[in-house]
């Protein structure tokens, strides 16, 4: 397959330079069997096997990423941060399936490379990771990214946690 993209134009060729998605579709997720698109306010999980598409049901927004952000040789590039139609965060996979329920006021990733994530709820930040588990309590009032870590507030009171990729090589702060 070939993506092309020129524009807000994007297509999705076949072997033989065929757009397989058709026109007026927006690509928001690479996988190596499904594409998740966009059309008309809608969302779908399209297979490259078949051609099928399954809407993503009660969905209302895909927050749109970079092509870099599927790098496929990065285990947590893959995951979409999505609004449903209660207006809660969560985030799908890569076969429209929910690995981080909506019940987020807002989610917010890091770059292509780091498996944790700042989650808010009820005004107040926790962090957690692409695979729902909590690494801290939703209680801080704001939390700062400092390349190899976040930096949390509450009530004078400062937390880290640092990003999986430098746990082994922390940095004095």
């Known amino acids: 397959?070939?993506?092309?993209?020129?524009?807000?134009?994007?297509?999705?060729?076949?072997?033989d330079l065929k757009n397989i998605v058709g026109e007026g579709v927006q690509i928001l997720g690479f996988y190596p069997e499904n594409l998740i698109i966009?059309?008309?306010?809608?969302?779908?999980?399209?297979?490259?096997?078949?051609?099928?598409?399954?809407?993503?049901?009660n969905i209302s927004e895909i927050r749109n990423e970079d092509v870099e952000y599927f790098n496929?040789?990065?285990?947590?590039?893959?995951?979409?941060v999505c609004k449903n139609t209660n207006n809660l965060y969560g985030i799908l996979d890569g076969k429209g399936t929910e690995?981080?329920?909506f019940i987020y006021e807002d989610i917010i990733t890091f770059g292509n490379a780091e498996n944790e994530i700042v989650v808010k709820k009820e005004g107040k930040f926790g962090v957690?990771?692409?695979?729902?588990?909590?690494?801290k309590e939703i209680i801080y009032d704001k939390y700062f990214w400092q390349k190899e870590v976040l930096k949390l507030d509450?009530?004078?009171k400062?937390?880290?946690?640092?990003?999986t990729r430098f746990k082994n090589n922390p940095v004095q702060l």
Do not use: H, M, W
């Open 158 to 163: 400062t937390d880290f946690i640092y990003f």
């Open 1 to 15: 397959f070939i993506y092309l993209k020129k524009g807000t134009e994007e297509q999705f060729l076949d072997k």
């Open 128 to 135: 957690s990771n692409f695979q729902n588990e909590p690494l």
């Open 99 to 101: 690995i981080v329920p």
């Open 38 to 57: 966009g059309k008309q306010d809608r969302y779908y999980r399209f297979s490259v096997k078949d051609g099928s598409t399954a809407e993503l049901k």
């Open 72 to 80: 496929p040789l990065n285990q947590y590039s893959k995951p979409l």
């Open 154 to 156: 509450r009530s004078k």
